[in-house]
């Protein structure tokens, strides 16, 4: 059973800073295709990151230059390091992994607030 649990979300004032953790269980990291994307309250879920199993990254334009992805295959997890937090950066995380990218599997989100 693949399952995918986010946390590291929480409360920072605008100019701080959020590393956001995704533990996965039941897929092979090596192998897999991982995402973080977002969704702020009455806007579509938006691309923040993703990296191939190949390490390729591709950012989305809001985000370039002030958040991070790694991944640590031995402990089968992704990470998202957010720097230079924006209140436009409130919303709720999440994370996304599989073997293809039409076949994703989902974690339940975590919430980020960045007040001003």
């Known amino acids: 059973q693949v399952q995918l649990v986010e946390s590291g979300g929480g409360l920072v004032q605008a100019g701080g800073s959020l590393r956001l953790s995704c533990v996965v269980s039941?897929?092979?990291?090596?192998?897999?295709?991982m995402g973080w994307y977002r969704q702020a309250p009455g806007k579509q879920r938006e691309l923040v990151v993703t990296i191939s199993r190949g390490g390729t990254t591709k950012y989305g334009d809001s985000v370039k230059g002030r958040f991070t992805i790694s991944r640590d295959n031995a402990k089968n997890t992704v990470y998202l390091q957010m720097n230079s937090l924006e209140p436009e950066d409130t919303a709720v995380y999440y994370c996304?992994?599989?073997?293809?990218?039409?076949?994703?599997?989902w974690g339940q989100g975590t919430q980020v607030t960045v007040s001003s």
């Open positions: 039941g897929l092979n990291l090596r192998l897999t295709y």
């Open positions: 996304a992994a599989g073997y293809v990218t039409d076949n994703l599997y």
